[in-house]
């Protein structure tokens, strides 16, 4: 069955980097629109980043400059590279898959993670 696991989560200080990822099984990447959301304390889970079948990326507002979104097709994993970090991106990072090209909002994902924390604390 379909199966995802994040990881590569932590704490670093404002400034710093992270490279989540996500390892998919039971289907391939290549073939699903693929997404990182995000949710921090007390807020709704937002998307991030997407990542279409025809291998272009989205990215939700300025994240663009800080934040990109790749994959490996051999591994059939899933990357998140966040430069930059601020505090305001403290969050649970949620990797998601949909067979649907150009899935963005949360409720189109049928294939969820369980989540990586990603603290930026000074």
């Known amino acids: 069955q379909v199966q995802l696991v994040e990881s590569g989560g932590g704490s670093v200080q404002p400034g710093g980097s992270l490279r989540l990822s996500c390892a998919a099984s039971g289907f391939k990447l290549w073939q699903y629109t693929m997404g990182w959301f995000r949710q921090a304390p007390g807020k709704e889970r937002d998307g991030a980043a997407f990542?279409?079948?025809?291998?272009?990326?989205t990215y939700a507002g300025s994240l663009k400059d800080r934040f990109t979104i790749s994959k490996d097709n051999v591994k059939n994993i899933l990357y998140l590279q966040m430069n930059s970090l601020k505090p305001e991106d403290t969050a649970i990072y949620y990797c998601?898959?949909?067979?649907?090209?150009?899935?963005?909002?949360?409720?189109?994902?049928?294939?969820w993670g369980q989540g990586t924390q990603v603290t930026v604390s000074s």
């Open positions: 990542l279409d079948t025809d291998g272009s990326s």
């Open positions: 998601a898959a949909d067979p649907q090209y150009g899935a963005r909002r949360s409720r189109d994902f049928d294939y």
